[in-house]
């Protein structure tokens, strides 16, 4: 099955502490992404990477890390986790990096992180 | 940048029709999206247009003007499964921009 999969889906963690969030998607994606959202706000891109050893920032990128040594998979990084990083998060491929086509994007099913 | 804007809530009764607008501002474009959100749950993929004009998918259709910076997403023949939050999104570049979305409310 074609999917994306995130591990953890829900993760309660202390300040400070550095974690890990990964994502793998079985699709042959050249395109992958981090997103944020929190209520209001709506989805917030963090990270993207338009292909292995490729990654540039989104609109919120401070705070995390990713790398791309793989092309099914982009971990994000949180290296020291603050409570303003409590939110939903999402990890999206699609099949093209850029222009028109094959953009859409498939997400994962979301990983709920609290940061106490 | 990207700037969308689209309405927070909207409310229609069963088997109405119902209109969300989604207006952007971009400093590059390929292509606007529609996706959407149950509570929950991951955004799944609705619409797709890059072009200008009406593209349609069943019940749902989706118009973009690119001159304007304007799109809508309409919904026919609503359903109660149908209550959920539609996102609007930009493809610059390479980033994708989202609106906040608008919570759909399906009333019996």
């Known amino acids: 099955e074609a999917q994306v999969t995130q591990n953890p889906r829900y993760l309660i963690t202390v300040t400070g502490k550095k974690l890990t969030v990964t994502c793998s998607q079985n699709?042959?994606?050249?395109?992958m992404s981090w997103y944020r959202q929190d209520p209001g706000l709506g989805l917030r891109q963090i990270y993207y990477?338009?292909?292995?050893?490729?990654?540039d920032k989104g609109d919120v990128p401070e705070g995390y890390k990713v790398s791309r040594k793989e092309k099914r998979n982009f971990p994000l990084i949180l290296e020291s986790p603050s409570p303003n990083q409590t939110s939903l998060y999402f990890c999206?491929?699609?099949?093209?990096?850029?222009?028109?086509?094959?953009?859409?994007?498939?997400f994962g099913p979301g990983t709920r992180l609290t940061v106490l | 940048g990207q700037n969308i804007d689209q309405p927070t809530e909207m409310t229609a009764t069963e088997g109405a029709i119902v209109q969300i607008n989604c207006t952007y501002q971009?400093?590059?474009?390929?292509?606007l999206f529609w996706y959407q959100q149950h509570a929950g749950e991951a955004p799944t993929f609705l619409s797709y247009n890059v072009l200008d004009g009406l593209e349609e998918k069943g019940r749902f259709s989706s118009f973009l003007s690119r001159s304007k910076g304007y799109s809508y997403l309409l919904l026919k023949e609503l359903q109660m499964k149908d209550s959920a939050s539609y996102l609007c999104?930009?493809?610059?570049?390479?980033?994708?921009?989202f609106g906040a979305g608008t919570t759909v409310t399906v009333r019996a």
């Open positions: 999104a930009v493809k610059g570049d390479y980033k994708l921009s």
């Open positions: 990477s338009m292909n292995v050893e490729v990654t």
């Open positions: 971009t400093s590059g474009f390929n292509g």
């Open positions: 999206a491929s699609s099949f093209s990096a850029g222009g028109p086509i094959g953009n859409e994007q498939f």
């Open positions: 699709m042959n994606h050249e395109y």
